[in-house]
């Protein structure tokens, strides 16, 4: 039978991902010189694990380079090796070699075998020669094919049966190899009074002739060397007594395949439909579908409260169906009762459904304490990093995106925040500096906090900086939040020297970018010489959407609640009208332009006149506008319904979502109805 | 066919091992550590043991000093999977009370091999 091993590589690489990353974390926390033995073995198990699956899976590189991580990892488990900032730093390498390996299989593209053999040689060195010779795996090769006589004397010991062996399974093993005889000798055997059934009092003597070596034999009894006495000789000569020390025969390995093989992985296919991979040597194949769907982990718990919610709403249905059948004035209210009940069903099952793409923050925060050490390290600055809330939890998707601004903003905490140790000494500070990252749930929001004990933000340099730059002029009053807000503008950096980690003054501007486009927002305090603290304001899912809805004509829109600043009567004294068509609003010392929806969406309506309707201010990629709409309807959370992959992109929506009453409201994109009324001032002028 | 039990703490190792022994015609019940895999044992008759050594919570060794202990399974076969390729783990095994051990990597059809010569 032929089993294709392609189906088991998704799960051998998600594993393997996960153990790397638990072999990181561990390596961190390690405390050189008095290392946690537990830690040690979280870190052996997950490099074991990794070896074995790899080793069966055809991935020898892998398995190979494993081997020597993991004779490491036992030699510190073993205490003969104590654990060292070099040998620390070399595993912490050696993990990365091993994600760019996994990385390059399960993407079929090269292995980089300079820097893997540089890695091996390094662990190598640390390790005895001998001790790496000696574990290495050997097939023993058969003695010349000769047809010998052989004799076995087999007398196990009386506990054999409780090792679950069998005589029997020996003997038919024997059997197998050659012309086999055999005779029991039961002269040990005591009265039947005196007989316990579960020990063995039988020996054996047995003549096996054929093409065999004695490796062979010895191989069969492997599995009781030792727990039995065993003689075996040719005819020709005094049998030999191997009680003690039967040769260990190594099971022989599959056929290894060079580097360059493991790129021909075989396409996902029905079993028997394809010869094994080590089989297929010269048919390209594409990678396997699988490998490209991202899946996710689901505790069973949250599976559970899905599978009772389903039961519950079954049995509201049927309630609800029963009613139906025999409707009457009398069961009004007992059919209220079920569709109050059939709702509260809905909302805890679109929870429950919605908790399952929900995964702990810890995932985005567990690359950071490596990150922190190797900056730290590289320029020389002493930091803590200190991480709360990891078991806070957020959507799958939000966290992919959220993750390289988090990057960002960490970065830019050790680089810009944090002070030289010396410099801390001189300002009163404790030489280590204290990067913080938290996370918590507040409201329906998820928020991310990443603070330092540094320098903080020095408001006179930003303002001297947006002055030159010409974002601001001299005259401008800003209060701090709008000082710290500069630091957000496109090509705005402060740091004096441009190092690789961040001041190229780019990336800010991004990082507020992507987070607006998750729907979130992000916000800076800071005191001088006290630190910073940026605040990232995440909705929990992208799924659902915080809404307020607005009435323009008949139609209803809704406007995401996060960009709404206020809403407000329109005082006509107010409204400035100028070049043509626009029209701009004083709000207190701002002016802001309006933006009329029934304009923007020729919709018909009886409110024209700024007075009789609302404005409602919202901000959109830090650009303020002020949308006029006939009323404001209720706040509700909406269901987002793309509208690209239903209908067509439409500038100024974002998407659209199904109402109680059935109708669809469109969802309004309030950065690109800014843009677009900008286009049509351009356009009217 | 044999009811076997497969204990692993991989995931991919489990799916390998199982999709294996069950295209055989096993019945297989399968954990991913010695506690869970002690449990398992304790509410099924089972006719093989396949564990790994290594895993977190309870490891494999514990796991057949354990089983060894319950009088179902004073005699069942018990296998350790084992990459250890000195003899160590392997009679550290034997001494818990295994039966033998199959070394790691193997293939399926390796796999099937020794099952079948454990389980005549």
């Not at chain 1, 060397?225 to 039967?246: F, H, M, R, S, Y």
């Not at chain 1, 809330?389 to 957020?394: C, F, I, K, M, V």
Request: glycine share 8%.
């Amino acid at each position: 039978m032929s089993i294709d091993m392609s189906q088991f590589y998704q799960t051998f690489f998600e594993e393997s991902f996960e153990g790397l990353d638990a072999m990181e974390s561990g390596l961190l926390s390690l405390d050189v010189g008095a290392a946690d033995i537990e830690t040690v073995n979280t870190i052996f198990r997950a490099a074991h694990s990794i070896k074995g699956g790899s080793g069966t899976f055809g991935f020898t590189a892998v398995a190979q380079f494993t081997h020597v991580m993991e004779t490491l990892l036992d030699e510190m488990r073993a205490d003969t090796i104590t654990v060292t900032t070099e040998t620390v730093d070399l595993l912490l390498k050696s993990v990365d070699v091993l994600r760019d390996m996994l990385t390059a299989v399960q993407t079929e593209t090269e292995i980089d075998e300079e820097r893997t053999i540089e890695i091996q040689s390094a662990l190598e060195a640390l390790l005895s020669g001998e001790s790496v010779a000696s574990s290495s795996e050997e097939i023993v090769g058969t003695e010349t094919p000769t047809v010998i006589c052989w004799t076995i004397r087999f007398k196990p010991f009386d506990y054999l049966f409780k090792t679950g062996n069998d005589p029997v399974r020996i003997f038919q093993e024997l059997s197998e190899l050659g012309d086999f005889s055999v005779v029991c000798n039961t002269e040990d055997l005591p009265l039947f009074e005196m007989l316990d059934p579960e020990l063995s009092y039988l020996s054996w003597s047995i003549k096996l002739d054929g093409v065999i070596s004695k490796e062979q034999i010895s191989e069969v009894f492997d599995w009781v060397d030792g727990d039995c006495e065993l003689e075996i000789g040719t005819e020709d000569q005094v049998p030999e007594k191997v009680v003690a020390n039967l040769p260990t025969v190594a099971v022989p390995v599959p056929e290894p395949l060079s580097c360059s093989d493991e790129k021909k992985i075989p396409e996902s296919t029905p079993l028997a439909a394809t010869p094994a991979p080590a089989l297929v040597k010269d048919k390209p194949t594409k990678k396997s579908t699988a490998a490209d769907q991202g899946s996710i982990r689901v505790s069973i718990d949250k599976v559970d409260a899905l599978i009772n919610m389903v039961g519950e709403l079954v049995i509201t249905q049927s309630m609800l169906g029963q009613l139906g059948e025999q409707i009457d004035d009398d069961r009004l209210e007992k059919l209220q009762d079920g569709l109050a009940q059939l709702e509260r069903n809905t909302r805890e099952l679109q929870e429950s459904v919605m908790r399952i793409r929900m995964m702990p923050i810890s995932f985005a925060f567990q690359r950071f304490p490596r990150m922190v050490r190797d900056l730290s390290n590289q320029i020389g600055k002493e930091i803590e990093l200190r991480l709360q809330g990891e078991s806070t939890e957020l959507d799958k998707t939000l966290m992919e995106k959220i993750s390289d601004p988090l990057v960002h903003l960490v970065r830019n905490s050790i680089d810009h925040g944090i002070e030289t140790p010396n410099d801390r000494e001189a300002a009163g500070k404790s030489r280590v500096g204290i990067v913080e990252l938290n996370a918590f749930h507040q409201g329906g929001n998820v928020v991310i906090e990443i603070s330092d004990d540094g320098k903080g933000i020095d408001r006179e340099v930003i303002t001297g900086k947006a002055i030159e730059k010409g974002l601001i002029s001299e005259s401008d009053i800003l209060t701090d939040e709008q000082v710290f807000d500069l630091i957000f503008s496109p090509g705005f950096s402060t740091a004096k020297v441009v190092s690789d980690i961040s001041g190229r003054g780019v990336g800010m501007d991004v990082v507020k970018r992507n987070i607006r486009e998750l729907g979130g927002s992000v916000e800076i305090q800071s005191k001088k010489n006290e630190g910073s603290k940026i605040i990232i304001r995440l909705p929990l899912t992208l799924a659902i959407l915080d809404g307020q809805l607005i009435q323009v004509g008949s139609h209803t829109y809704i406007v995401p609640l996060v960009s709404i600043i206020e809403s407000l009567q329109v005082k006509e004294s107010q409204v400035n009208a100028i070049a043509g068509q626009a029209e701009i609003y004083k709000l207190r010392d701002e002016y802001i332009p309006i933006v009329r929806l029934h304009n923007s969406f020729s919709v018909n309506t009886d409110v024209t006149q700024l007075t009789d309707g609302l404005i409602v201010v919202v901000e959109g990629d830090g650009q303020r506008a002020g949308l006029f709409v006939d009323d404001l309807l209720g706040q509700q959370q909406v269901v987002i319904k793309s509208l690209e992959t239903n209908f067509r992109p439409v500038e100024g929506v974002s998407g659209a979502t199904i109402l109680g009453d059935g109708t669809v409201a469109l969802i309004l994109d309030v950065t690109g109805l800014i843009k677009l009324s900008r286009q049509e001032r351009i356009v009217a002028a | 066919m044999a009811k076997i039990l497969a204990v692993d703490d991989s995931a991919s190792m489990r799916q390998m091992v199982g999709f294996t022994l069950k295209s055989a015609g096993h019945d297989v019940i399968q954990a991913s550590d010695g506690a869970e895999a002690l449990k398992l044992a304790q509410v099924n008759n089972i006719d093989l043991v396949l564990t790994d050594i290594n895993m977190p919570i309870m490891d494999g060794i514990t796991l057949i000093k354990n089983l060894r202990t319950l009088p179902a399974y004073r005699f069942t076969p018990m296998l350790t999977l084992t990459t250890e390729s000195g003899t160590d783990r392997k009679m550290e095994g034997k001494k818990a009370g295994a039966t033998g051990w199959i070394v790691k990597p193997f293939s399926p059809e390796q796999l099937l091999a020794t099952i079948k010569k454990v389980l005549g």
